[in-house]
């Protein structure tokens, strides 16, 4: 597959039974722009290498998200190793909709890649390339079905004080439900010396590791991603984005 202000609380004032409040606005759901983002990786706290995450418009009204995460520092420096995510998509009423994934793995000895495709027309999704044997079956489709980088930026657009997000995963061959909850405050964060009030979101089902995000309203991209896993914390920091 991220300082906004609270709004102010409002004072109510006594009304007659006469008087007709004003409808407010249904909150604006913000359109998609390219970016461009770069952080530092962590792995168990130590320098690990950097991450892109980069949104690109194409041909056709579609758009491609890529991921990159490559080793610069420590054992897997002297691997190279190198990963490689991108997802074509487009928009719909149900949502972003994932049209084709690509998966690359790479390190000194040894390239995997792996493919998969979305067939709306009959609403099933499959793997080909280097997949496990049990992934390689095709997956049914449902619509708001989404991968792994567009839960991300849907979760971005999402993100409010206080919500649960709801989405279904389908990806590499598996399908789960998976649920977020969102903060009810925002909390300080400091990345890079620069200071944001950011929402934390936890992903609380799906999945077996534990995935925390830290989102502001005014940048697209998450600042902070924590991911817990069996070899520890992998955290990325966000260090520039334009």
């Not at 409002?10 to 998609?32: N, R």
């Not at 991450?51 to 420590?74: F, K, M, Q």
């Not at 979305?118 to 609403?123: A, E, F, L, V």
């Not at 997000?165 to 598996?174: A, N, Q, S």
Request: glycine fraction near 6%.
């Amino acid at each position: 597959m991220v300082a906004g202000a609270c709004p102010a609380a409002v004072q109510q004032t006594p009304v007659s039974a006469s008087t007709v409040a004003p409808a407010l606005p249904a909150p604006e759901v913000q359109a998609l722009a390219p970016f461009n983002a770069r952080y530092v990786v962590f792995r168990g706290g130590k320098p690990l290498g950097e991450a892109t995450l980069n949104l690109v418009s194409v041909e056709r009204a579609r758009w491609r998200i890529d991921l990159r995460i490559e080793a610069t520092h420590g054992l897997y420096s002297l691997a190279n190793l190198d990963l490689q995510q991108s997802t074509v998509f487009d928009e719909t009423a149900a949502g972003f909709r994932p049209l084709s994934q690509s998966t690359v793995r790479k390190a000194i000895f040894s390239r995997k890649q792996a493919t998969g495709t979305y067939d709306w027309s009959r609403n099933v999704a499959q793997w080909t390339g280097d997949v496990k044997k049990n992934r390689r079956a095709a997956v049914p489709l449902q619509p708001g079905d989404m991968n792994a980088l567009l839960i991300n930026l849907a979760m971005l657009r999402d993100a409010a004080p206080g919500a649960t997000l709801h989405y279904r995963f389908v990806d590499y061959g598996r399908a789960r439900d998976e649920e977020f909850r969102v903060s009810a405050a925002r909390e300080p964060q400091v990345v890079e010396d620069l200071a944001y009030a950011a929402l934390r979101v936890d992903r609380v089902r799906g999945g077996g590791n534990t995935t925390t995000f830290w989102v502001v309203e005014s940048v697209p991209t998450p600042i902070r991603i924590v991911q817990q896993d069996d070899d520890g914390d992998l955290e990325l920091q966000l260090v520039e984005y334009q």
